[in-house]
Each structure stands twice: as structure tokens, then as C-alpha cells.
């Protein structure tokens, strides 16, 4: 038999590339489907109750996020083996809210060990990572249209506002503290994330703390470590700036999951922004276009559905949509 030269070895690799790329390249222009090279992995949010599991599997999901963290590790093992067996995976854990801001050095201790225990749960089931909250002020600060936020390498603040802070003095404090306070409560928690493999995963949410893209992902690279990242809501923040400039402001870098929901924003909920958060395509995220900037950034993530009284089924149907870059067909 002849030896395969360098020259035919290349040779040959260019026709079985093109080849094979004709079939994929001609199924996509006669199903009109986009092609994308990220990947996103459909998942549901569960205490997780294992009469579930089948019927999400069944509607195509992959895996769940966990909102039951303070459990027997035993009792953790069981319910992922309950989920392996149906071919789902547990991938993260809501540890949800922690009091890292608080006065008392030793409510921020024991919400710290609350934590641990989080993480510890998470390594249990075959997570690797946990969503957390790390604080809340009760402050709202000024209007959501009216912030500019400007913040030195500590991330401490300045100015939350054009023109006169004075009214926001408190806002500033307490936004101040909250940093300083999260950061060192944070990086006590990085040695055990580390040993159990468990990404700590800080949530945009309403608690009125790090609420532009820019200073959210400053704060997170403050931590400098693979073991403390984002689990971006896409829909959480849409009043104070678009899905698209989170994405672009946290990138793969800092990213390591997803939760999707709608927003509404318009004079209605300005003055009520409660009444703005519904199911995806209700909204004013433009889910295609969020789609693209994943596929450009490059992050292939979990993403949980969080919003609407949908079926499985449905729910799969909306998620397949958003995936695969179609416009959004709400049931109804």
C-alpha cells in the first residue's frame, strides 16, 4: 500500500470538508432555518420534583436549575440519578438571596454559610454552578432612564446621576457599602466554589444594585477568578438598558448562564414596572435579534424559562423558537 503524502493528505481532507458541508448547507436553505455554531440548552426551573422530569424531557428539554438547596447531600445524589435516568441534567442551583450588605458581621456570616451549603448541594446534584443574589437595599435610587453611573477601579461611586447627586446621597452610600461588603464576603466563598468545582453565579436582579451593563461587569471583574461569573437574566433589566448591551457588556468572558423572560416597557410600567415582566414575544425584546448577538459573542450557555403559565410543551415550542432564531409564537 502507497503512504498517504502530505500533499494527499491535504487533498483529501478539502474534498471530504466540502462534501461533507454541501448536504448541511443545502438542508438549512430548504428549511429556511438559521445556522448557528453556539449552542443553547434548554432548561426548567424545579424544586425538582422528579414527577416532572419525564413529561420536560419528553418536551425536548436537556436539564433544570435546582431551587432546592438546602437538602441532604443523599437526597441530592438521588434526585440527579431520578434526572440522569431521564436523560435530564441538573445544572445549577438558585441559592436566590443572601444578606452579604447587613451591619451585623454575624447575619453576613451565617449568610455565608447558608452559601456554602448552596454550593455544596450543587456538587451534589452534578451542578456546576449556583445563581446568587449577594445583597438587597431598599433604596430604589433615581429612575431607572435618569442613571449614569460613574465609578472608579474599586467600583465605588461617585455619581448616579448628571448633574446634582445630593438627592441620591444615601443611594451612594448604600450602594458603596453593598459593593465593598459583597466583594469581601465573595472572596471568602471562592476557595470552597474552587475545591467543588461550583461557579458562583451573580444574578442582575431587582434588588437596585449594579444596574447598568457596564458597572455590573466591572464589579464581577473585580473578583478576578474563574469561580465567580454572571448568570445573566436577560429580561430582569430591560428598564434600565437592552438585553443586547448586557451581553455585549459581559461577553463570554463573565458569562456562564442565562434566564429568559419578557419585559414590557411602556408608560404603564414605567409608573408600575411589575406589571412589565411576561412571557417571551409579549414583550419589547427583540428575541432574534438577542439571538444573533449569543451567536456573534460566541457563548454557548444553559438557558431557563422563568416567565409565563405555559405547558412543557409549550414552553419547548417558545424556547425551540428562540434557539433556532425564529420570531417568538406565543400560545394562546
Same mark, same amino acid.
Given at each position: 500500500?502507497?503512504?498517504?503524502?502530505?500533499?494527499?493528505?491535504?487533498?483529501?481532507?478539502?474534498?471530504?470538508?466540502?462534501?461533507?458541508?454541501?448536504?448541511?448547507?443545502?438542508?438549512?436553505?430548504?428549511?429556511?432555518?438559521?445556522?448557528?455554531?453556539?449552542?443553547?440548552?434548554?432548561?426548567?426551573?424545579?424544586?425538582?420534583?422528579?414527577?416532572?422530569?419525564?413529561?420536560?424531557?419528553?418536551?425536548?428539554?436537556?436539564?433544570?436549575?435546582?431551587?432546592?438547596?438546602?437538602?441532604?447531600?443523599?437526597?441530592?445524589?438521588?434526585?440527579?440519578?431520578?434526572?440522569?435516568?431521564?436523560?435530564?441534567?441538573?445544572?445549577?442551583?438558585?441559592?436566590?438571596?443572601?444578606?452579604?450588605?447587613?451591619?451585623?458581621?454575624?447575619?453576613?456570616?451565617?449568610?455565608? #454559610?447558608? !452559601?456554602?451549603?448552596?454550593?455544596?448541594?450543587?456538587?451534589?446534584?452534578?451542578?456546576?454552578?449556583?445563581?446568587?443574589?449577594?445583597?438587597?437595599?431598599?433604596?430604589?435610587?433615581?429612575?431607572?432612564? #435618569?442613571?449614569?453611573?460613574?465609578?472608579?477601579?474599586?467600583?465605588? !461611586?461617585?455619581?448616579?446621576?448628571?448633574?446634582?447627586?445630593?438627592?441620591?446621597? #444615601?443611594?451612594?452610600?448604600?450602594?458603596?457599602?453593598?459593593?465593598?461588603?459583597?466583594?469581601?464576603?465573595? &472572596?471568602?466563598?471562592?476557595?470552597?466554589?474552587?475545591?467543588?468545582?461550583?461557579?458562583?453565579?451573580? #444574578?442582575?436582579?431587582?434588588?437596585?444594585?449594579?444596574?447598568?451593563?457596564?458597572?455590573?461587569?466591572?464589579?464581577?471583574?473585580?473578583?478576578?477568578?474563574?469561580?465567580?461569573?454572571?448568570?445573566?437574566?436577560?429580561?430582569?433589566? !430591560?428598564?434600565?438598558?437592552?438585553?443586547?448591551?448586557?451581553?455585549?457588556?459581559?461577553?463570554?468572558?463573565?458569562?456562564?448562564?442565562?434566564?429568559?423572560?419578557?419585559?414590557?416597557?411602556?408608560?404603564?410600567?414605567?409608573?408600575?414596572?411589575?406589571?412589565?415582566?411576561?412571557?417571551?414575544?409579549?414583550?419589547?425584546?427583540?428575541?432574534?435579534?438577542?439571538?444573533?448577538?449569543?451567536?456573534?459573542?460566541?457563548?454557548?450557555?444553559?438557558?431557563?424559562?422563568?416567565?409565563?403559565?405555559?405547558?412543557?410543551? &409549550?414552553?419547548? !415550542?417558545?424556547?425551540?423558537?428562540?434557539?433556532?432564531?425564529?420570531?417568538?409564537?406565543?400560545?394562546?
Amino acid at each position: 500500500m502507497r503512504h498517504m503524502t502530505r500533499r494527499d493528505f491535504f487533498k483529501t481532507a478539502s474534498v471530504l470538508t466540502t462534501a461533507a458541508a454541501l448536504p448541511m448547507a443545502s438542508t438549512l436553505a430548504d428549511s429556511g432555518e438559521k445556522c448557528y455554531k453556539t449552542k443553547l440548552y434548554k432548561s426548567f426551573i424545579s424544586s425538582p420534583d422528579p414527577s416532572q422530569f419525564e413529561q420536560f424531557a419528553a418536551a425536548g428539554f436537556e436539564g433544570l436549575e435546582a431551587t432546592s438547596w438546602d437538602i441532604e447531600l443523599q437526597q441530592a445524589k438521588e434526585n440527579r440519578k431520578r434526572a440522569e435516568d431521564c436523560g435530564l441534567r441538573i445544572h445549577s442551583v438558585m441559592r436566590g438571596w443572601a444578606a452579604f450588605n447587613s451591619d451585623d458581621a454575624a447575619e453576613r456570616e451565617a449568610s455565608a #454559610e447558608t !452559601v456554602i451549603k448552596a454550593i455544596k448541594t450543587a456538587a451534589a446534584y452534578g451542578a456546576d454552578a449556583i445563581l446568587l443574589v449577594p445583597c438587597l437595599i431598599k433604596n430604589p435610587g433615581p429612575n431607572p432612564w #435618569e442613571f449614569n453611573i460613574k465609578f472608579d477601579g474599586n467600583c465605588r !461611586v461617585s455619581q448616579v446621576v448628571d448633574g446634582d447627586n445630593a438627592p441620591y446621597e #444615601e443611594y451612594i452610600n448604600l450602594q458603596n457599602i453593598a459593593t465593598e461588603r459583597t466583594f469581601e464576603e465573595v &472572596q471568602k466563598l471562592i476557595p470552597v466554589a474552587a475545591y467543588e468545582g461550583v461557579t458562583i453565579a451573580l #444574578e442582575n436582579v431587582w434588588n437596585n444594585l449594579w444596574v447598568k451593563p457596564d458597572f455590573a461587569a466591572a464589579f464581577i471583574r473585580m473578583f478576578d477568578s474563574r469561580w465567580v461569573r454572571a448568570y445573566l437574566d436577560l429580561g430582569n433589566h !430591560v428598564k434600565y438598558a437592552p438585553p443586547i448591551e448586557w451581553l455585549e457588556a459581559m461577553g463570554t468572558e463573565l458569562i456562564t448562564k442565562l434566564h429568559i423572560k419578557d419585559y414590557l416597557l411602556n408608560d404603564e410600567t414605567k409608573a408600575d414596572p411589575w406589571k412589565g415582566f411576561c412571557g417571551m414575544g409579549n414583550g419589547n425584546v427583540d428575541w432574534v435579534a438577542v439571538r444573533d448577538k449569543i451567536e456573534e459573542l460566541g457563548l454557548s450557555s444553559w438557558i431557563s424559562y422563568e416567565e409565563g403559565n405555559y405547558t412543557p410543551e &409549550q414552553y419547548g !415550542v417558545i424556547m425551540d423558537d428562540f434557539v433556532n432564531g425564529r420570531k417568538i409564537a406565543v400560545p394562546q
